[in-house]
């Protein structure tokens, strides 16, 4: 049986924050990272929009049996869209973009934890090495201030960085 498949450009490329199977590497043709601000929550969302020029690095893994229920709720405030015909293997696959309706104009006062940037930039590491990294940060826009919540995770999937990787990450906001 062929299960539909999600891509993931986020938390979802860190292995470690599910459990997902057959998850690999992959690409999605036309679309850029969008840190998106919300009425939802006091932090920035991190989301997609429309970029011809851009083809985005994350992975794919499968959704068995097509059950969407446990990746929709962990994806609350997201709607998923069909990208089947923009990733880079023939497979049905959808993808989270933030719901239209929940957008709000930028913000200052939702700001970006820095555990879940962490999160994305880790799984970026493992997956694509330093050259993910500095993909994620190139294919990104609508930075917002970083809230430090390091000591105090308030990502509920928050990871442990070693020091290199806290390193790249603040290398690369240095550099914003």
């Excluded at 990294?133 to 070693?162: C, G, M």
Aim: aromatic share 10%.
């Amino acid at each position: 049986m062929t299960h539909p498949r999600f891509f993931g450009y986020g938390s979802l490329v860190n292995l470690s924050t599910h459990s997902y199977p057959e998850a690999r590497k992959s690409s999605l043709k036309g679309w850029r990272r969008v840190w998106r601000h919300t009425p939802l929550r006091e932090q920035a969302f991190l989301s997609i929009e429309p970029h011809e020029a851009t083809t985005l690095l994350g992975v794919t893994a499968d959704v068995p049996n097509a059950d969407w229920n446990a990746l929709d709720e962990r994806e609350e405030g997201y709607a998923r869209h069909d990208v089947t015909h923009l990733v880079a293997e023939p497979r049905p696959t959808a993808v989270y973009v933030v719901k239209d309706e929940h957008f709000s104009t930028y913000d200052r006062n939702h700001p970006i934890l820095l555990s879940y940037l962490d999160v994305v930039v880790q799984g970026y590491l493992q997956q694509f090495g330093p050259m993910g990294a500095e993909h994620l940060f190139e294919t990104t826009e609508n930075w917002a201030p970083i809230f430090d919540d390091r000591a105090n995770p308030l990502y509920p999937r928050a990871q442990k960085l070693s020091e290199e990787e806290r390193a790249i990450v603040d290398d690369h906001l240095r550099q914003l």
